[in-house]
């Protein structure tokens, strides 16, 4: 425990008091000691894992639903093009990433872009084939790159005179393949909800004829195409006897 | 008539060296000579010229942007900077200005409505007057020998147009403001007239003329303590901080002239500045030698005015920068170092400047 | 001086019929006939945050201050029902913004009481280092809207200079300046590399240095000293009976620090000290606000130089060999806590925060969360000190509480 003592407010004490804050104001005065970006003529560098502007690869997209389930904000809805890909409405995105996160394929990746600006709440709705290509950005006034560098104890401001580079470079998550798999096909129903959902056309859902103690009992069995299945797990949320499971595949 | 108006101009004329032959050309020309030698008529030049109408004006654009440009220097900011970009933004406060016209002026329902929005020119009136009486060189409006008492029993006026200012506004804060004002009026006031007069007393005399060419040594090392009771006079009276307790932005919403808008608001808001002017040339007349400097042949008459303004403009820039130092009193303490100590080190300036004024003359 | 009571039928003027005023009509006629005067003081004033304050002065004197807390409640408790569990993370850092890290490791303590997840130790260290630096930017906050109450707008420009370091050190941590959502069950998002700890460490000398200018200006200048020494003053017995907590209980003479009483993430591992004084005024709660910026920055010092290497997410969420980019969904977005009601504590930069979550069992969403932010605790103790200071006084006292209502109305 540390116990502050009374600061002492006699007559010497206060003068000095006084000379000290008049001295420190003449040195910042004369000498300051600035940290401002000249925001747009410099641009701040931001480290690799910032979170900005987030772009959108249409061709890793399996189209599992996962962004628009997790985001907190309901911020991404899903448009159906020949597969349903999903859009970001940011006017309502809070930038928490939980969305670039949870997309098993990498196909949401983040940017360095932080000045996300528009001109009306409207353009805000951004649909999927605007946030698929690199939003355009004016830099014409934009000369330097500034960075926050601390050298021997103190915050200095280093600029650089070239144009930072916003994109990010992609790397995959470390998420296996997986498929879909039955643990108890004896359950099963057949309301065929799996397979309306399947975004691919991988499942198909058959009657057989299940010999039981001289009486005969119809039953379903499921089928699942393996080249087609990209492990999307929408059959998995769907299933109301909650037997369909997702399993790793490969090595 | 026209000959008898020229002869009373002619007889007070500017005498610059540089602008005689200009001058001799235009006076042949019929009208132009009539305004020219108006111009150049002496109480006319120191009235709207210098240390006048125009230089006051000057002067407001000036400090208006050497202030917040100081003020961001000392805190690690760049200040006002887009308004003209390679002059560094200097001619913000005529973007200012330029708003408050084109900005709607609103009278609530509740004030008083012919002083609310009179007064803010009304306030002008004490404001100006004493510029009649300020002398620069042979450059003067009125002469008297009693400048210098004339001059402070104008800038004693000024607050009375604050306070009817808060009153006409009928608001509850404005009324808090107007309170605080009177306040501090009776804490500034005795000091202030204390250090004036134990200047006159080191000089023997009111008479600016004489005052400067007593000025031998400066004011200031003549008598130090009235020198820093006079610089914390003035920082009372003008609500500059750390007394800014009528205007006090935080805590009741700027005081009396919270109900302002449009032009009224930037005419309101640059009294505080006039005053210090007024104040800041009377502490140039009276402490730092007034008009005196280098000669310069050439430029004759026009010289002094120009000194007396460059010092006033170098000692308020000087001064501004004690905007970003400190904190605000609360209206007791403010009452208690006027009543205390300023007014302790005032009685004893009073008895510095008997001595010093019995040693020199 | 006598007062003498005439007793004429009076009015309140007009102002107080036609705008919402919320107290009742009998209090402005009492407030009246006693010669006082109501000010309000109310949200949309350039002193008071977001909250109305009902001020009955005689005078300059304050006789009492009645407060109108909620013109910012959003309704995070309620809104908080409608959310899975992961998505109420960044719910609950809003309210108090730059203080997001110690509000985020509240909640995900308790989700991790009731799971019995255990976080592997390098996890627990860059949490620290996250709460820490949240503390920092808090307490710098603070300190400017105190200054700026007072005027002294240097005095307000100095500390969020200050922070910008800060917020540098989270955008490289985290990739966000100040809500960053990074401390989630189990352990923390991402893992950080030595070059920034190095940044981070570096840093801590940098804000120790700018804060000798901050000191030289504001801290020690005999006006700020005048406005705020024997301002306010509550004894120690007052303290505890009105309930404050945090820095301002530990400037009245209690030492009481939810760090050193139930010790969570590393604290009982490093060494560190309680600042306490026993004035009681402004200053003194300035001032212990002070010296726990040092400390946190030793604290931080301490952390940096102690990381262990190993995993930052816990086993029992996601096995070897994986992170948690591209598994978030899988892990989280189900977790059904079992039924029972979860309590933590946890220090945050303006006193004790408190979070409970009640589970029925078997829905994903919880079934209640009850949030008790330190604002709305010390509310009570901040009016009782207004009582006999003068009008001027109300701004030096609230910024020297550092009230911040959006904490408090969550």
Same mark, same amino acid.
């Given at each position: 425990?540390?116990?502050?003592?009374?600061?002492?407010?006699?007559?010497? *004490?206060?003068?000095?008091?006084?000379? &000290?804050?008049?001295?420190?104001?003449?040195?910042?005065?004369?000498?300051?000691?600035?940290?401002?970006?000249?925001?747009?003529?410099?641009?701040?560098?931001?480290?690799?894992?910032?979170?900005?502007?987030?772009?959108?690869?249409?061709?890793?997209?399996? /189209?599992?639903?996962?962004?628009?389930?997790?985001?907190?904000?309901?911020?991404?809805?899903?448009?159906?093009? &020949?597969?349903?890909?999903?859009?970001?409405?940011? *006017?309502?995105?809070?930038?928490?990433?939980?969305?670039?996160?949870?997309?098993?394929?990498?196909?949401?990746?983040?940017?360095?872009?932080?000045?996300?600006?528009?001109?009306?709440?409207?353009?805000?709705?951004?649909?999927?084939?605007?946030?698929?290509?690199?939003?355009?950005?004016?830099?014409?006034?934009?000369?330097?790159?500034?960075?926050?560098?601390?050298?021997?104890?103190?915050?200095?401001?280093?600029?650089?005179?070239?144009?930072?580079?916003?994109?990010?470079?992609?790397?995959?998550?470390?998420?296996?393949?997986?498929?879909?798999?039955?643990?108890?096909?004896?359950?099963?129903?057949?309301?065929?909800?799996?397979?309306?959902?399947?975004?691919?056309?991988?499942?198909?859902?058959?009657?057989?004829?299940?010999?039981?103690?001289?009486?005969?009992?119809? @039953?379903?069995?499921?089928?699942?195409?393996?080249?087609?299945?990209?492990?999307?797990?929408?059959?998995?949320?769907?299933?109301?006897?909650?037997?369909?499971?997702?399993?790793?595949?490969?090595? | 008539?026209?000959?008898?108006?020229?002869?009373?101009?002619?007889?007070?004329?500017?005498?610059?060296?540089?602008?005689?032959?200009?001058?001799?050309?235009?006076?042949?020309?019929?009208?132009?000579?009539?305004? !020219?030698?108006?111009?150049?008529?002496?109480?006319? $030049?120191?009235?709207?010229?210098?240390?006048?109408?125009?230089?006051?004006?000057?002067?407001?654009?000036?400090?208006?942007?050497?202030?917040?440009?100081?003020?961001?220097?000392?805190?690690?900011?760049?200040? #006002?900077?887009?308004?003209?970009?390679?002059?560094?933004?200097?001619?913000?406060?005529?973007?200012?200005?330029?708003?408050?016209?084109?900005?709607?002026?609103?009278?609530?329902?509740?004030?008083?409505?012919?002083?609310?929005?009179? +007064?803010?020119?009304?306030?002008?009136? #004490?404001?100006?007057?004493?510029?009649?009486?300020?002398?620069?060189?042979?450059?003067?409006?009125?002469?008297? #020998?009693?400048?210098?008492?004339?001059?402070?029993?104008?800038?004693?006026?000024?607050?009375?147009?604050?306070?009817?200012? @808060?009153?006409?506004?009928?608001?509850?804060?404005?009324?808090?403001? *107007?309170?605080?004002?009177?306040?501090?009026?009776?804490?500034?006031?005795? #000091?202030?007239?204390?250090?004036?007069?134990?200047?006159?007393?080191?000089?023997?005399?009111?008479?600016?003329?004489?005052?400067?060419?007593?000025?031998?040594?400066?004011?200031?090392?003549?008598?130090?303590?009235?020198?820093?009771?006079?610089?914390?006079?003035?920082?009372?009276?003008?609500?500059?901080?750390?007394?800014?307790?009528?205007?006090?932005?935080?805590?009741?919403?700027?005081?009396?002239?919270?109900?302002?808008?449009?032009?009224? $608001? %930037?005419?309101?808001?640059?009294?505080?500045?006039?005053?210090?002017? +007024?104040?800041?040339?009377?502490?140039?007349?009276?402490?730092?030698?007034?008009?005196?400097?280098?000669?310069?042949?050439?430029?004759?008459?026009?010289?002094?005015?120009?000194?007396?303004?460059?010092?006033?403009?170098?000692?308020?820039?000087?001064?501004?920068?004690?905007?970003?130092?400190?904190?605000?009193?609360?209206?007791?303490?403010?009452?208690?170092?006027?009543?205390?100590?300023?007014?302790?080190?005032?009685?004893?300036?009073?008895?510095?400047?008997?001595?010093? @004024?019995?040693?020199?003359? | 001086?006598?007062?003498?009571?005439?007793?004429?039928?009076?009015?309140?003027?007009?102002?107080?019929?036609?705008?919402?005023?919320?107290?009742?009509?009998?209090?402005?006629?009492?407030?009246?006939?006693?010669?006082?005067?109501?000010?309000?003081?109310?949200?949309?004033?350039?002193?008071?945050?977001?909250?109305?304050?009902?001020?009955? !002065?005689?005078?300059?004197?304050?006789?009492?201050?009645?407060?109108?807390?909620?013109?910012?409640?959003?309704?995070?408790?309620?809104?908080?029902?409608?959310?899975?569990?992961?998505?109420?993370?960044?719910?609950?850092?809003?309210?108090?913004?730059?203080?997001?890290?110690?509000?985020?490791?509240?909640?995900?303590?308790?989700?991790?009481?009731?799971?019995?997840? =255990?976080?592997?130790?390098?996890?627990?260290?860059?949490?620290?280092?996250?709460?820490?630096?949240?503390?920092?930017?808090?307490?710098?906050?603070?300190?400017?809207? +105190?200054?700026?109450?007072?005027?002294?707008?240097?005095?307000?420009?100095?500390?969020?200079?200050?922070?910008?370091?800060?917020?540098?050190?989270?955008?490289?941590?985290?990739?966000?300046?100040?809500?960053?959502?990074?401390?989630?069950?189990?352990? !923390?998002?991402?893992?950080?590399?030595?070059?920034?700890?190095?940044?981070?460490?570096?840093?801590?000398?940098?804000?120790?240095?700018?804060?000798?200018?901050?000191?030289?200006?504001?801290?020690?200048?005999?006006?700020?000293?005048?406005?705020?020494?024997?301002?306010?003053?509550?004894?120690?017995?007052?303290?505890?009976?009105? %309930?404050?907590?945090?820095?301002?209980?530990?400037?009245?003479?209690?030492?009481?620090?939810?760090? /050193?009483?139930?010790?969570? =993430?590393?604290?009982?591992?490093?060494?560190?000290?309680?600042?306490? *004084?026993?004035?009681?005024?402004?200053?003194?709660?300035?001032?212990?606000?002070?010296? &726990?910026?040092?400390?946190?920055?030793?604290?931080?010092?301490?952390?940096?130089?102690?990381?262990?290497?190993?995993?930052?997410?816990?086993?029992?969420?996601?096995?070897?060999?994986?992170?948690?980019? %591209?598994?978030?969904?899988?892990?989280?977005?189900?977790?059904?806590?079992?039924?029972?009601?979860?309590?933590?504590?946890?220090?945050?930069?303006?006193?004790?925060?408190?979070?409970?979550?009640?589970?029925?069992?078997?829905?994903?969403?919880?079934?209640?969360?009850?949030?008790?932010?330190?604002?709305?605790?010390?509310?009570?103790?901040?009016?009782?000190?207004?009582?006999?200071?003068?009008?001027?006084?109300?701004?030096?006292?609230?910024?020297?509480? %550092?009230?911040?209502?959006?904490?408090?109305?969550?």
């Amino acid at each position: 425990m540390i116990k502050l003592e009374r600061t002492k407010i006699d007559r010497l *004490s206060n003068i000095k008091r006084h000379l &000290e804050a008049i001295s420190e104001a003449v040195k910042q005065a004369i000498c300051p000691d600035r940290i401002t970006v000249e925001y747009p003529r410099e641009r701040k560098k931001y480290p690799e894992q910032f979170r900005g502007y987030i772009l959108f690869n249409k061709d890793l997209c399996i /189209s599992c639903y996962r962004c628009a389930h997790i985001c907190p904000a309901n911020a991404i809805k899903f448009e159906f093009y &020949e597969k349903s890909y999903p859009s970001i409405d940011y *006017s309502k995105c809070i930038f928490c990433h939980f969305c670039v996160e949870s997309c098993p394929t990498g196909a949401l990746r983040s940017t360095k872009i932080q000045d996300v600006a528009f001109n009306s709440i409207e353009d805000m709705d951004l649909k999927t084939t605007q946030i698929i290509k690199f939003p355009e950005i004016i830099r014409d006034e934009e000369k330097f790159t500034v960075e926050y560098a601390i050298e021997n104890r103190n915050l200095r401001v280093l600029r650089e005179k070239k144009l930072d580079d916003l994109e990010i470079k992609f790397l995959p998550p470390k998420v296996k393949k997986r498929k879909m798999e039955c643990t108890d096909p004896e359950s099963c129903i057949g309301c065929r909800m799996c397979v309306s959902i399947c975004p691919n056309n991988a499942l198909k859902v058959e009657k057989i004829e299940i010999k039981a103690d001289n009486s005969v009992q119809t @039953g379903f069995t499921i089928k699942l195409n393996p080249d087609l299945c990209t492990g999307c797990g929408l059959c998995v949320r769907q299933c109301p006897m909650r037997i369909l499971t997702l399993v790793e595949v490969g090595e | 008539m026209l000959e008898e108006i020229l002869e009373i101009f002619r007889s007070n004329m500017m005498d610059i060296p540089i602008l005689k032959p200009i001058i001799l050309k235009l006076e042949g020309v019929p009208v132009l000579n009539l305004i !020219v030698s108006l111009i150049f008529w002496r109480p006319f $030049f120191a009235v709207i010229i210098i240390p006048g109408l125009i230089s006051l004006v000057l002067y407001l654009l000036y400090i208006v942007w050497f202030e917040r440009k100081l003020t961001a220097r000392v805190q690690w900011r760049v200040g #006002p900077l887009e308004v003209s970009r390679p002059i560094r933004g200097a001619i913000q406060a005529l973007a200012d200005g330029l708003r408050y016209f084109f900005q709607e002026a609103i009278v609530h329902v509740d004030a008083h409505r012919p002083y609310f929005i009179q +007064l803010p020119i009304l306030a002008f009136i #004490p404001v100006l007057l004493p510029i009649l009486f300020i002398p620069a060189g042979a450059v003067v409006g009125i002469r008297t #020998p009693y400048s210098v008492q004339l001059i402070v029993a104008f800038i004693a006026l000024i607050p009375l147009t604050i306070i009817a200012i @808060g009153w006409a506004s009928n608001s509850r804060f404005a009324y808090i403001g *107007s309170v605080r004002e009177a306040f501090m009026y009776f804490g500034y006031e005795i #000091p202030l007239i204390i250090s004036v007069m134990a200047m006159i007393l080191v000089y023997g005399t009111g008479d600016a003329y004489a005052i400067v060419k007593k000025q031998s040594i400066l004011g200031i090392f003549l008598n130090p303590i009235a020198f820093l009771v006079y610089i914390v006079s003035m920082l009372m009276a003008t609500s500059r901080l750390p007394f800014e307790i009528p205007e006090a932005d935080q805590e009741i919403a700027f005081g009396p002239f919270v109900e302002y808008s449009g032009i009224l $608001f %930037g005419l309101v808001m640059v009294i505080a500045y006039e005053k210090l002017y +007024l104040m800041a040339l009377l502490f140039v007349i009276l402490f730092l030698g007034g008009w005196s400097g280098p000669v310069i042949p050439t430029l004759g008459d026009l010289l002094p005015p120009i000194w007396l303004f460059v010092k006033t403009v170098v000692v308020i820039s000087i001064l501004v920068i004690v905007r970003s130092i400190y904190a605000r009193y609360r209206l007791d303490q403010a009452l208690r170092i006027g009543w205390t100590s300023l007014l302790g080190a005032s009685v004893l300036s009073l008895i510095l400047g008997i001595i010093v @004024g019995v040693w020199l003359g | 001086m006598d007062e003498y009571r005439v007793d004429v039928p009076v009015k309140p003027p007009q102002e107080f019929r036609s705008y919402f005023i919320p107290v009742p009509p009998e209090f402005v006629e009492d407030v009246y006939r006693s010669d006082d005067y109501l000010v309000l003081v109310g949200p949309q004033h350039p002193g008071s945050g977001h909250m109305r304050l009902i001020v009955r !002065v005689k005078g300059d004197i304050i006789q009492e201050v009645l407060p109108d807390p909620g013109y910012v409640h959003r309704g995070v408790e309620k809104i908080a029902e409608n959310r899975l569990y992961i998505q109420n993370i960044p719910l609950v850092e809003r309210p108090s913004i730059m203080d997001a890290a110690n509000f985020n490791l509240g909640y995900v303590r308790a989700i991790e009481d009731a799971l019995d997840i =255990e976080v592997p130790e390098r996890a627990k260290y860059l949490r620290t280092i996250l709460a820490e630096l949240c503390r920092i930017g808090t307490h710098l906050y603070d300190a400017a809207i +105190l200054a700026v109450f007072m005027g002294h707008t240097t005095g307000f420009m100095y500390p969020f200079g200050i922070r910008e370091i800060v917020c540098e050190c989270l955008v490289r941590m985290t990739g966000a300046r100040f809500t960053s959502s990074f401390i989630i069950p189990g352990g !923390v998002r991402r893992d950080v590399d030595e070059k920034t700890l190095r940044y981070v460490y570096y840093a801590t000398l940098a804000i120790a240095n700018r804060l000798k200018s901050f000191e030289r200006i504001f801290i020690n200048n005999p006006t700020v000293i005048a406005r705020l020494k024997d301002v306010g003053v509550l004894t120690r017995s007052e303290a505890i009976k009105f %309930g404050l907590v945090g820095p301002f209980l530990r400037a009245s003479g209690v030492e009481y620090d939810v760090r /050193s009483v139930e010790p969570y =993430e590393v604290y009982d591992e490093l060494t560190w000290d309680i600042p306490v *004084s026993d004035d009681g005024d402004g200053y003194a709660r300035f001032l212990v606000r002070v010296n &726990e910026i040092n400390q946190s920055l030793s604290i931080i010092r301490q952390c940096i130089t102690r990381i262990p290497d190993g995993r930052v997410i816990s086993e029992q969420i996601i096995e070897n060999g994986k992170e948690i980019r %591209g598994n978030f969904f899988d892990v989280y977005s189900d977790l059904v806590l079992p039924p029972g009601e979860y309590t933590t504590v946890t220090e945050a930069a303006r006193g004790l925060v408190l979070f409970s979550l009640i589970s029925d069992g078997e829905s994903n969403v919880p079934y209640r969360l009850r949030v008790v932010t330190p604002g709305w605790l010390y509310l009570r103790g901040f009016m009782e000190s207004l009582k006999g200071e003068r009008l001027a006084d109300l701004q030096a006292i609230y910024g020297s509480f %550092g009230y911040f209502p959006p904490e408090a109305d969550r």
